[in-house]
């Protein structure tokens, strides 16, 4: 069975290839039909590998499939294979099961718009390139999907690209990403010239074998992170995350669920053994998760857009990941990923219903009292925002996040990020119910249209259940002592080492701060009718937080502003006062340039010849 592995990614494709190739197809139904069974079926054909690796797992706990040589050049030698171990099959049951849900969604979300077949094309080569991203055994394999993914999120965020802000957005996204990206190349660059192979297992197994001691792992793993931070919108290249909501709600919850944002923190679990050799590396994980997990719950929480909200959220999420992959968890961090993937495609669906039923409208203060009007809605969404705001014993989000928690106050840092993890629990509370209570509490004041047929609803409750139980294969010492989860990643991680007892205020502070939280929203929100009335008081903070500390606006100042000015004056267009001097530098050497193209045949001949001596004499000197 494990030789259909190369269908998993190629079923989707093939969807993408139908969609995109084909001028046209019998119907609308019919492409949403080809986009959502082709995805559909890769993931039964997953999950049935997944049965037949728990009951028959292969020799040494991985199987490899090579499907062609690549590249054969000199000491390059790159084979296009696919590794299925326990964290590939993980993510790849995620990322089917998940995309097939929003799919399916997708088929009564997106009914009647013009582009049904484009987006369907995306949505599918989405997939396929994420799932070639984590099942792929080489790093530069694996860069194709990661590309792949970076591609697609940008004509999916520009999808409806007749809005002008929407092709901004995509643009933002794809070129923040593009820093990231290049550091990754590097990175992969720095290891095969070090190492002398692309092959991830191998790299890794080098590395401990041939750089302990050196600074190489140091160095590479900084460029992995780098790229890293830019997929997984951590600080300081987070920007890009809250305008991506310009595209579709189904895209929002595929990017922020299933695949792009999760990319980094793969990476990172994947190549944990060479980040294990670069401590000083770990730390700045750590503190990068820490960091972008409170700052984001900020700006979460003054947000009027409820999927800025949800965006805001999804980069605090994933900052809890990278904490835990900063203290060397990455158990902890695969499994948060996997709750969250549950409760926050709910969430971002959830949302797609209540602007849907909204006539698009999706200011919160400008909704209240749907929880009478859409009841189903209602209770999913809450099921949904229990597990986000992590409500202790009863929902995945807490298992996940007191598992992060548990093992930053055993890890070497001590409180002070574990404090920082505990305000972010309390904080995710405030903000999902403040959510809540705007959208689905109070007095009704728009009129709602229809509410979500069989398509839109399956999905909602499949994910409902998932983020309610799907905690419950990790649960702690005093809870029973669950270790499903971190027993079958074993044969990628070691087994989860619980060597100190939690003070009992530990436990009680990680498991009330959600709950402290969720009090604070009920007396904020859930009484009063508008949202100013209670934000007002945090006056110009509240502004800093809006706009996401600001960093946008010293990334304009900075790196925006001047390439404009340059091309403004390269064009010969007027400048702005402090960067006059820009076009008289761009005039002076457009007169020399131009002195040089004199068009005699045997001038050009004579810059050849003396730049040739030139090189050559450097080269023998």
Known sequence: MYELLWLVPALPFAGFLILALIGRVPSARAAAAVGALSVGLSAALTLYIGYEYLVSPPEGGAFTQSLWQWISAGGLQVTAALRLDALSLLMAVVV?????????????????????????????????????????????????????????????????????????????????????????????????????TMNIQELMTRATAEWAGS???????????????????????????????????????????????????????????????????????????????????????????????????????????????GVGAPQAAMFHFMTHAFFKALLFLGAGAVILAMHHEQDMTKMGGLRKEMPFVFWTFLAGAASLSALPFVTAGYFSKDLILSLVWQSSFGAVLWVCGVAGAFLTALYTFRMVFL??????????????????????????????????????????????????????????????????????????????????????????????AVEQPLGALRGFWFSGWGFDSAYDFIFVRPF??????????????????????????????????????????????????????????
């Open 96 to 196: 089917t099961s998940v995309g097939f849900l929003i799919h399916l969604y997708s088929m009564r979300y997106m009914a009647g718009d013009d582009g049904l077949r484009r987006f369907f094309a995306y949505m599918n080569l989405f997939t396929a390139s994420m799932l070639v991203l984590v099942l792929s055994d080489n790093l530069l394999f694996l860069y194709v999907g990661w590309e792949g993914v970076g591609l697609c999120s940008y004509l999916l965020i520009g999808f409806w690209y007749k809005e002008r802000y929407n092709g901004y957005a995509a643009r933002k996204a794809f070129i923040v990403t593009r820093v990231g990206d290049t550091l990754f190349a590097i990175g992969i660059l720095v290891l095969f010239t070090g190492l002398g």
């Open 439 to 532: 959208t689905f509490f109070g007095e009704g004041r728009k009129k709602t249209v229809e509410g979500p047929g069989v398509k839109m609803g399956l999905p909602l409750l499949a994910l409902a259940a998932l983020s309610i139980a799907g905690g419950f294969v990790e649960t702690p010492e005093f809870f029973g002592g669950m270790g499903l989860f971190s027993n079958f990643l074993s044969p990628v991680f070691p087994l989860l080492q619980h060597a100190q007892e939690e003070p009992g205020w530990v436990l009680y502070a990680g498991a009330g701060a959600p709950v402290a939280g969720l009090a604070a929203a009920w007396l904020f929100y859930g009484r009063r009718k508008a949202v100013d």
């Open 564 to 621: 404009l000015w340059l091309t403004s004056a390269l064009r010969g267009e007027p400048v702005d006062r402090p960067f006059r001097w820009v076009e008289k530098l761009s005039g002076s050497l457009n007169t020399l340039f131009v002195r040089t193209q004199t068009g005699k045949v045997r001038w050009y001949a004579t810059g050849i010849t003396i730049g040739a001596v030139l090189a050559l004499s450097a080269v023998l000197l």
């Open 215 to 325: 600074g190489l792992p140091t160095l590479a793993a900084a460029l992995l992170l780098g790229g890293a931070l830019g997929k997984s919108a951590q600080l300081p290249l987070q920007t890009w995350l809250p305008d991506a909501m310009a595209g579709p709600t189904p895209v929002s919850a595929f990017i922020h669920a299933a695949t792009m944002v999760t990319a980094g923190v793969y990476l990172i679990a994947r190549t944990h053994a060479l980040f294990d050799l670069a401590p000083e590396v770990m730390s700045v994980v750590a503190v990068i998760g820490a960091a972008t997990l409170l700052l984001a719950s900020f700006s979460a929480l003054v947000q009027k857009d409820i999927k800025r909200v949800l965006a805001y959220s999804t980069i605090s999420q994933i900052g809890y990941m990278f904490l835990a992959l």
